[in-house]
C-alpha cells in the first residue's frame, strides 16, 4: 500500500518558518492536500492541490510538490500555528495521510 | 454557513451492532460527495469511504471494503457509518467529510469541511 512520511516533529521560534515535509512514491505526479489538527478538534484544509490555500487560510501557509516531495512551508509561524499536520493524496482506490508531523513553537 | 453534525458518542459491546449519522446542511447536499474517515487515538486519519447523495454511488476504500456499510438518505440530507459485528479496534473518533470529489483528477480539491466527530468505544 501506499505510504506517506513525514517527520514526527518539527519546533520553530515564533517569527520563524517552519517546514513540513511528505515523502511518498512520485508524490509529485499526484495532488498533496494538508491539513491541521489541533488538540481535540477536526482537522481543518489549509493547502489544497499542492499549493492553493482555501478562503480564510492565512497567506502565511503556503505549499509545493515535486518528485516525491511535497512541502508545507508556515512563515512567521505564530504560537495559535502549533497543531498536528498531515498531508494526504490519492493512491490505488483511497485517500492516504501521512504519518503526521507535530509543529511546536517554542 | 456549511455544517456536518454528527450523532453522539458510543459506548458498545464487542459483537454489536450500530449505526452513526451525519446530518449536512448550509450547502447543495446532493451536489457534493460525503465521506467517512477514521481515527484511531494518536494515529494519523483514515479514509473509509463516501456516498454521492444524488444517485447514492458508494466507493470503499480496500481496507473497509466489507468491514462498514455507508449509506445516505438525502430526503433528510443524512449519511450513514454502520458496523453489524464491532471489535475493539473499531473504538476511534469517525469523522464525516464533504468532498466535491475525490480520486487522481483535477476536481480532487481535499476534504474541505469536517464533521465535528463521533467517538465510538468498543469494549467489554
Known amino acids: 500500500s501506499y505510504e506517506l512520511t513525514q517527520p514526527p516533529s518539527v519546533s520553530v521560534s515564533p517569527g520563524q518558518t517552519a517546514t513540513i515535509t511528505c515523502s511518498g512514491d512520485?508524490?509529485?505526479?499526484?495532488?498533496a492536500h494538508w491539513y491541521q489538527q489541533k488538540p481535540g478538534q477536526s482537522p481543518v484544509l489549509v493547502i489544497y492541490?499542492?499549493?492553493k490555500r482555501p478562503s480564510g487560510i492565512p497567506e502565511r501557509f503556503s505549499g509545493s510538490n515535486s518528485g516525491s516531495t511535497a512541502t508545507l512551508t508556515i512563515s512567521g509561524t505564530q504560537t495559535l500555528d502549533e497543531a498536528d499536520y498531515y498531508c494526504?493524496?490519492?493512491?490505488?482506490?483511497?485517500?492516504?495521510f501521512g504519518s503526521g508531523t507535530t509543529v511546536t513553537v517554542l | 454557513e456549511v455544517q456536518l453534525v454528527q450523532s453522539g458518542a458510543e459506548v458498545k459491546k464487542p459483537g454489536e451492532s450500530l449505526r452513526i449519522s451525519c446530518q449536512g446542511s448550509?450547502?447543495?447536499?446532493?451536489?457534493?460527495?460525503v465521506g467517512w474517515v477514521r481515527q484511531r487515538p494518536g494515529k494519523s486519519p483514515e479514509w473509509m469511504g463516501i456516498?454521492?447523495?444524488?444517485?447514492?454511488?458508494?466507493?470503499?476504500s480496500p481496507s473497509f471494503e466489507g468491514q462498514v456499510i455507508i449509506s445516505v438518505d438525502k430526503s433528510i440530507n443524512t449519511a450513514y457509518l454502520q458496523w453489524s459485528n464491532l471489535k475493539a479496534p473499531d473504538s476511534a473518533i469517525y469523522y464525516c467529510?464533504?468532498?466535491?470529489?475525490f480520486g487522481s483528477g483535477s476536481q480532487n480539491y481535499g476534504i474541505d469541511f469536517w464533521g465535528q466527530g463521533t467517538t465510538v468505544t468498543v469494549s467489554s
Open positions: 448550509g450547502y447543495n447536499f446532493i451536489a457534493y460527495w
Open positions: 512520485r508524490l509529485g505526479d499526484k495532488y
Open positions: 492541490q499542492d499549493n
Open positions: 467529510v464533504r468532498q466535491v470529489s
Open positions: 494526504q493524496a490519492w493512491d490505488s482506490g483511497t485517500e492516504v
Open positions: 456516498v454521492h447523495p444524488s444517485d447514492s454511488e458508494i466507493r470503499y
